[in-house]
């Protein structure tokens, strides 16, 4: 049993390896890729094809494809087809798996370590722990089916199994148990695979399972939306009615489908796969063109509950508006405003974090940097609808200034939250506090910022060249305070205070990351005093 367990932990992990390592590497491609078969039902579940047969998982297609969904990036019918496209993937990864490759595992795990160790770009590194993943998941069957070998012949697991056979809804319930404890259907598939090429279990009780994984494999998707915007929780809600009614068409039809398969003479492990192909195969068969009616039903039972469900749910950008740019530009520095007030919060926030190191703090200002991103996204867009349309250049100029703005913002929740609130956490972790001193410079430079963000807001807003000057020279000054803060911390370091040499390293970047946000701020003046003409072309002094 040590043995088999270790067998299957050693699957999971390869699994795991091979979905990681092609997300890394190709995640921006594979978006690109689903974007690109969108135009109709049959492309769309050739992409969820290819994008599973890179993944190895349809689990993970399923995950990518809710993110998408709730970014308002994919819609729910070609989503759906999407899925389905999924599901015959996983299959086709399966059947690959139940050839005799075992040979093959050595050499995959070799290659791999060797491109590691070998290379210094990151994509190569990301495909040598796909190969070192695809070769341990060849080792761990290998090893399954030679852990099986005693389970067989002592008798007792294949003793319950027969017992369990003649109840196959409990057998489908443990297939779905296993799928959702794996949060990898094709890994249990292969489980499975595995323990009937031992004849461990019987086919019809491996068919039985192999429904269940199927429903099984559709709960990590499902669960993993609770929570989220209607529209995220609609896809694999979808996906789960696709396989709740097939596997409630074939499990009827197993005592005449068992049989039938038997009849070709093929091994055991490739009638488990076979059969698992097969249904998959059927569901897209049968619902492809139904996939709009399906997605009505979960518009039906997952209807839209307004804004105030979601606060990263845009609330000013109007689809009405698009055919008018001054109104949905308008509308657009409304919900860029509103992206602000996330912002401005987070900066807020982030001393109180600061000083007190709480990290239940730190993880809700890291919650208001995905509604960040999340209204950046839209903002962007619902910004490239607007451009298609004609208009003045002023309108266009507008567009440009607006994005970028928003940019801006989203580099400044991203340092809160990856950089600052990590220094939040370590402060936690290890109980340190600020000297008085120090924590009087962060402070002081903290207050500069938020009345810089205040103004940057104005300027963005009424786009005032006097305004915008004010913000620039605040820059300046904010520049020289920053300095003589790191000046006063290596004086007191100098001193031997312990305060400040216990906290050195976080004080030094916690001024570093007050720069760098305060730069983020005050390029909002740049675009307005260029066009005023109040900018020099280089800072540098002429050459002598």
């Known amino acids: ?44 579940l050739l992409a969820g094809v290819g994008v599973t047969l890179l993944l190895q998982s349809s689990t993970a297609t399923a995950l990518l494809m809710t993110t998408l969904a709730g970014r308002g990036i994919v819609a729910t019918a070609p989503g759906l087809a999407v899925l389905l496209g999924a599901d015959i993937g996983t299959t086709l990864v399966a059947q690959v798996f139940s050839l005799d490759l075992s040979w093959l595992a050595p050499l995959l795990v070799l290659a791999g370590v060797a491109l590691y160790r070998n290379s210094q770009a990151a994509e190569r590194q990301e495909l040598a722990r796909v190969g070192i993943g695809l070769g341990l998941m060849l080792l761990a069957l290998h090893q399954i089916v030679a852990a099986s070998q005693p389970l067989r012949e002592s008798g007792v697991l294949p003793g319950l199994l027969t017992a369990l056979g003649g109840d196959r809804l409990i057998l489908v319930l443990i297939g779905a148990l296993l799928a959702w404890l794996a949060h990898s259907s094709i890994a249990t598939v292969l489980l499975v695979m595995s323990l009937g090429s031992a004849e461990v279990i019987s086919l019809h009780a491996a068919f039985a399972l192999v429904l269940g994984i199927n429903v099984g494999g559709v709960l990590p998707p499902l669960v993993s939306t609770f929570g989220k915007p209607a ?8 996906n789960l009615f696709f396989k709740l009614a097939g596997a409630s068409v074939a499990l009827p039809l197993l005592a005449t489908l068992v049989p039938l398969f038997g009849a070709f003479g093929a091994p055991l492990a490739r009638q488990i796969v076979n059969f698992h192909t097969l249904f998959n195969a059927s569901l897209a068969l049968v619902f492809l063109f139904l996939t709009p009616w399906v997605a009505r039903l979960t518009e039906r039972i997952l209807p839209e509950r307004g804004n105030g469900e979601d606060p990263a749910q845009p609330q000013h950008l109007d689809p009405g508006a698009l055919k008018t740019p001054s109104v949905a530009i308008a509308l657009a520095e409304r919900e860029t405003l509103r992206m602000g007030d996330f912002v401005e919060s987070m900066l807020r926030r982030t001393m109180e974090a600061l ?7 730190a993880q809700a200002i890291g919650r208001d940097d995905d509604v960040a991103d999340r209204l950046n996204e839209a903002i962007k867009l619902y910004l490239t609808r607007v451009s298609r349309e004609p208009m003045s250049e002023k309108d266009s100029r507008r567009i440009i200034d607006i994005i970028t703005f928003a940019t801006n913002l989203e580099h400044i929740g991203d340092i809160i939250d990856k950089n600052l609130m990590e220094l939040v956490a370590k402060m936690g972790r290890n109980r340190l506090q600020f000297s008085e001193a ?45 300095r003589q803060a790191v000046e006063n911390h290596l004086l007191r370091l100098k001193s031997g205070k312990l305060e400040s040499i216990d906290t050195t390293s976080i004080h030094i970047d916690v001024l570093r990351d007050w720069k760098r946000i305060n730069s983020h701020i005050t390029a909002v003046a740049y675009p307005i005093l260029d066009r005023a003409g109040e900018l020099r072309e280089s800072r540098l002094m002429p050459a002598s």
């Open 231 to 238: 529209v995220a929780r609609r896809l694999p809600l979808g």
């Open 355 to 361: 000083r007190s190191g709480n990290l239940a703090l």
């Open 1 to 44: 049993m040590l043995n088999l367990l270790g067998g299957v932990a050693l699957l999971l992990w390869g699994t795991t390896m091979v979905q990681g390592g092609i997300s890394r590497a190709y995640s921006a491609a594979l978006r690109r890729w689903i974007g690109a078969g969108m135009g109709n039902p049959v492309t769309s």
């Open 438 to 482: 120090g924590l009087n410079d962060i402070v002081g430079l903290h207050e500069r910022l938020l009345e810089s963000f205040a103004l940057a807001l104005n300027v963005f807003m009424k786009g005032e060249v006097e305004m915008a000057r004010r913000l620039l020279a605040e820059k300046t000054r904010f520049r020289d305070l920053e």
